[in-house]
């Protein structure tokens, strides 16, 4: 019966390795993002937040699979965004119990979500957890997968924004750069080639975007 004691510890200390390699592999990153499809009456602005887990890496280099989700606003010029993160900050501050707000502002903003499955190579700084690859004053980073996206368009019958989903193909590429010890800052530019066509007024729809991210090394 001693012998049972002695797999528990030894299973105990062996799910304490596994956590710490998979820790060890992985990269967690918030920030801001925005974007919009043909740049025709619509902007996009959202919180972005993203895992990334390294399936392979080198002292230099990674191969990552990042799931992400961005939340956030859409309306004609990508402006509504801080209103809403304002207003809803202010009604928590202010505990308001009053009716509800129409915080579609007449409908002239929808809900903006995005949530992209993407393989990344990555190199030099936030590749990986390696002294060697955070050695390096920069890094970058490229890659493609696919997202299912909730944006919208302004009408231009009606003046008001018109919530559309669709799935789409997608690649990004960005650099990274130091922020402070364990950290990088990360810009990054990314396309989305919807599978739908068209989306309400627009014909071969892409939608471009732009992000800052800040990553935990």
């Known amino acids: 019966m001693r012998i ?10 062996q799910c304490v390795r596994s956590q710490k390699a998979f820790w060890h592999k992985a990269h967690f990153a918030g920030g801001l993002t925005g974007g919009s499809l043909n740049f025709h009456q619509n902007g996009e602005v959202g919180f972005n937040l993203r895992y990334d ?14 799931l992400g989700a961005t939340f956030g606003t859409e309306d004609e010029n990508g402006l509504f965004f801080p209103v809403e993160v304002g207003v809803f900050i202010a009604l928590g ?5 009053g ?14 979500s995005d949530f992209p499955l993407m393989l990344h190579y990555n190199w030099g700084l936030g590749s990986s957890t390696s002294s060697t690859a955070n050695d ?16 919208g368009y302004t009408s231009p019958a009606t003046q008001q924004s018109v919530q559309a989903n669709f799935w789409a193909w997608a690649a990004d590429a960005g650099i990274r750069i130091p922020n402070g010890e364990k950290g ?15 989306i ?14 800040f990553i935990q090394l």
């Open 4 to 13: 049972i004691p002695t797999l528990l510890l030894l299973l105990s200390f």
């Open 200 to 213: 309400g007024p627009m014909l071969h729809p892409l939608m471009f975007k732009l992000s800052i991210m």
């Open 93 to 97: 501050i202010a505990d308001y119990q």
């Open 99 to 112: 009716p509800d707000l129409d915080l579609s502002f007449h409908h002239q903003v929808v809900v903006y």
């Open 136 to 151: 390096h004053r920069w890094g970058f980073f490229l890659g493609g997968g696919f997202t299912q996206t909730f944006a």
């Open 53 to 66: 887990y390294n399936l392979f890496q080198g002292k230099q280099s990674s191969l990552s699979l990042g």
């Open 184 to 198: 990088a800052a990360e810009f990054g530019i990314g396309i989305e080639q919807p599978l739908q066509d068209p």
